[in-house]
T-cell receptor
Framework: KAGVTQTPRYLIKTRGQQVTLSCSPI?????VSWYQQTPGQGLQFLFE???????NKGNFPGRFSGRQFSNSRSEMNVSTLELGDSALYLC?????????????FGEGSRLTVL | TQLLEQSPQFLSIQEGENLTVYCNSS?????LQWYRQEPGEGPVLLVT?????EVKKLKRLTFQFGDARKDSSLHITAAQPGDTGLYLC?????????????FGDGTTLTVKP
């Protein structure tokens, strides 16, 4: 059974640019969550999608947005990049809409903002 | 706001030693997960505990959920270099925050051969 796939794995952007990250969940998983991981802040919840609807959102500015498609694949977008957006962005999928709390993570997309 | 505090933040031990990592909160969670993360990779789920007082064993790892479902511990017996990594606890609350897990800051474990 294929795991969670995130693309791209690494990317470098400059301030002011925008970036789109992609996540393909485990087959059959309908919930996709996004987390930002930095050395100083740990894993911070960005948002969660279930059946194409954003069900929960963390405390991030509106520059961070996401969406989910009918096949459960998800994308997140960060506009007007800032240096502080440099982080590992992790996508996680879960089977029953997050009811068990169990998350299955991808390897992450490492974003560096120069 | 739900918070999870992990201790210790860093732990460096010799191969063969035992260790315990703690995860504490003032909030009650529906379930609690432990994950292990290696550099450059995403966290990997180790275990889920649901019932207060529950104890689960995974080879040399023993996980316990507090009676009040606010805290948890991870005990590793006879640690090996392959146990090196970042250990994260995460809590989920089904009714109030479906789809959202709160993560602790993690414990970085280094096991020296």
């Amino acid at each position: 059974k294929a795991g969670v796939t995130q693309t791209p794995r690494y990317l470098i952007k400059t301030r002011g640019q925008q970036v789109t990250l992609s996540c393909s969940p485990i087959s059959g998983h309908r919930s996709v969550s996004w987390y930002q991981q930095t050395p100083g802040q740990g894993l911070q919840f960005l948002f969660e999608y279930f059946s194409e609807t954003q069900r929960n959102k963390g405390n991030f500015p509106g520059r961070f947005s996401g969406r989910q498609f009918s096949n459960s694949r998800s994308e997140m977008n960060v506009s007007t990049l800032e240096l502080g957006d440099s982080a590992l962005y992790l996508c996680a999928s879960s089977l029953a809409g997050g009811n068990t709390g169990e998350l299955f993570f991808g390897e992450g997309s490492r974003l560096t903002v120069l | 706001t739900q918070l999870l505090e992990q201790s210790p933040q860093f732990l460096s031990i010799q191969e063969g030693e035992n260790l315990t990592v703690y995860c504490n909160s003032s909030s009650v969670f529906s379930s609690l997960q432990w994950y292990r993360q290696e550099p450059g990779e995403g966290p990997v789920l180790l275990v889920t505990v649901v019932t207060g007082g529950e104890v689960k064993k995974l080879k040399r790892l023993t996980f316990q959920f507090g009676d009040a479902r606010k805290d948890s511990s991870l005990h590793i017996t006879a640690a090996q270099p392959g146990d090196t990594g970042l250990y994260l606890c995460a809590g989920a609350s089904y009714n109030t925050n479906a789809g959202k897990s709160t993560f602790g800051d993690g414990t970085t474990l280094t096991v020296k051969p």
